[in-house]
């Protein structure tokens, strides 16, 4: 089955810098990888999905990038935050019906 | 409206009890599903039902056994609960199996 790794498991980053997050897979037919956020307290809430047709998407302040070929693909936080703070999760998926593997979770840290 | 609700938000119950948490999605999705969450943050798929059919059955001991009165709702019913059943309960649902997946606000069972 899928395997989903996510790497570091904790970051810390400065007020305005930019945070990177790594995730490899080991499911050469995962074609779905989304990116969820869970704040303290509070249910995961996904940020940004891209699929295997596509290299590289962004929304604002976030981007995600995919390498099949490396099976990874990473999350970009540029100017964060204190409210970017939260565990990220990645994840991915073969398709409709199949189980959607998570990565353990990283906890980002913004100082203000 | 709340999307996707589950009842109750907290539960505190003894080993060897027996507890339910219920989950109701009002987005007209086709999928639901139970995930648990540990300790260390871990997103751990549990079942999945699409249109009230069995889709995913991870390796959950038998104690659990979810159910799909329609496709609407997916309970959840622990028997013989055990110190290890402590998590934060999650369930989600998604249009047609596939893309995002919509979570509730979480159980958090504490078994004693």
């Known amino acids: 089955g899928e395997n989903v790794e996510q790497h570091p498991s904790t970051l810390s980053v400065q007020e305005g810098d930019s945070a990177v997050i790594k995730c490899t897979y080991s499911?050469?037919?995962?074609?779905?990888f989304p990116w969820y956020k869970q704040e303290l307290g509070k249910r995961p809430q996904l940020i940004i999905d891209i699929r295997s047709n596509v290299g590289e998407k962004k929304d604002q302040r976030i981007a995600v990038t995919l390498n099949k070929t490396a099976k990874h693909f990473s999350l970009h936080i540029t100017e964060t935050q204190p409210e970017d703070s939260a565990v990220y999760f990645c994840a991915a998926t073969t398709g409709a019906n199949s189980k959607l593997t998570f990565g353990k979770g990283i906890t980002l840290s913004v100082r203000p | 409206d709340t999307a996707v609700s589950q009842t109750p938000k907290y539960l505190v119950t003894q080993m060897g009890n027996d507890k339910s948490i219920k989950c109701e999605q009002n987005?007209?999705?086709?999928?639901m599903y139970w995930y648990k969450q540990d300790s260390k943050k871990f997103l751990k798929i549990m079942f999945s039902y699409n249109n009230k059919e069995l889709i995913i059955n991870e390796t959950v001991p038998n104690r659990f056994s979810p159910k799909s009165p329609d496709k609407a709702h997916l309970n959840l019913h622990i028997n013989s609960l055990e110190l290890g059943d402590s998590a934060v309960y999650f369930c989600?649902?998604?249009?047609?199996?596939?893309?995002?997946?919509?979570f509730g606000e979480g159980s958090r069972l504490t078994v004693l």
């Open positions: 987005l007209g999705h086709d999928t």
């Open positions: 989600a649902s998604s249009p047609h199996g596939a893309g995002e997946l919509f």
């Open positions: 499911d050469s037919a995962s074609n779905y």
